[in-house]
């Protein structure tokens, strides 16, 4: 069964820690892989997204996942977080073929300032 | 360049009326998917077009849920009649073709079915 699973539902962090929000998933077939986030009040927007080429993906405000195959994961990470980095942050995987997106069941990410 | 556009933001009804749900996706986005997200979990994929044909409808409720893309643009997305368990934000999603581009969402019509 294709599935996305995040390991951290809920994430409290001070500012300027690190992060490592985990992410696996479960897909037989090509994989495109993405990380969108949603910022209280707003639209879902992506943050980054794996193709194809270099397993490390640098996305917008400093984040960055690296896809590593043989685990099935596509962990997010930012080595400083910022209050403004407050949001809930999926996980997905997409098809390929149809574009069709499975998403994980999020993580909530409060940062205090 | 303008956005996912979707009406109305939010909508209330009582079990078992009828709503619909309205999308205008990025001007020249072939691909568009509807997705429902329930509080606490991730967004699932409802129905998928390609123009003004279905790609995917595995995961749609067909007996309560139905979904229209005339003329390839915009679309519709019908509950009737709704459940309680339809509340939910019901997201619209667009890509400019199928695969390996980008998908782009609007900001949803959260749904309250009392």
């Known amino acids: 069964a294709q599935s996305v699973s995040q390991h951290n539902h809920h994430v409290i962090l001070s500012e300027a820690a690190s992060l490592e929000l985990g992410c696996n998933y479960s897909?037989?077939?090509?994989?495109?892989l993405f990380w969108y986030v949603q910022y209280p009040g707003q639209h879902l927007q992506l943050l980054l997204k794996y193709f194809s080429g270099d397993p490390l993906v640098k996305g917008i405000k400093g984040f960055e996942a690296e896809f590593i195959k043989s685990k099935f994961s596509f962990n997010l990470r930012k080595p400083s977080v910022q209050w403004s980095d407050t949001a809930e942050y999926f996980c997905?995987?997409?098809?390929?073929?149809?574009?069709?997106?499975?998403f994980g069941q999020g993580t909530t990410l409060q940062v205090k300032p | 360049e303008a956005g996912v556009a979707q009406s109305p933001r939010y909508k209330i009804i009582e079990k078992r009326q009828s709503v619909a749900f309205w999308c205008n996706p990025i001007?020249?986005?072939?691909?568009l998917y509807w997705y429902q997200q329930i509080l606490g979990q991730g967004p699932k994929l409802l129905i998928q077009?390609?123009?003004?044909?279905?790609?995917?409808d595995s995961q749609l409720p067909k007996d309560r849920f139905s979904a229209e893309r005339l003329k390839g643009v915009d679309s519709t997305l019908k509950i009737q009649p709704a459940k309680l368990e339809d509340s939910a934000v019901y997201l619209c999603a667009s890509s400019l073709a199928r695969g390996t581009t980008e998908a782009f969402f609007g900001q949803g019509t959260r749904l309250t079915v009392v």
């Open positions: 997905a995987v997409g098809s390929s073929n149809t574009g069709k997106l499975i």
């Open positions: 077009f390609q123009n003004n044909g279905v790609v995917d």
């Open positions: 897909y037989g077939g090509t994989v495109n």
């Open positions: 001007s020249g986005h072939a691909t």
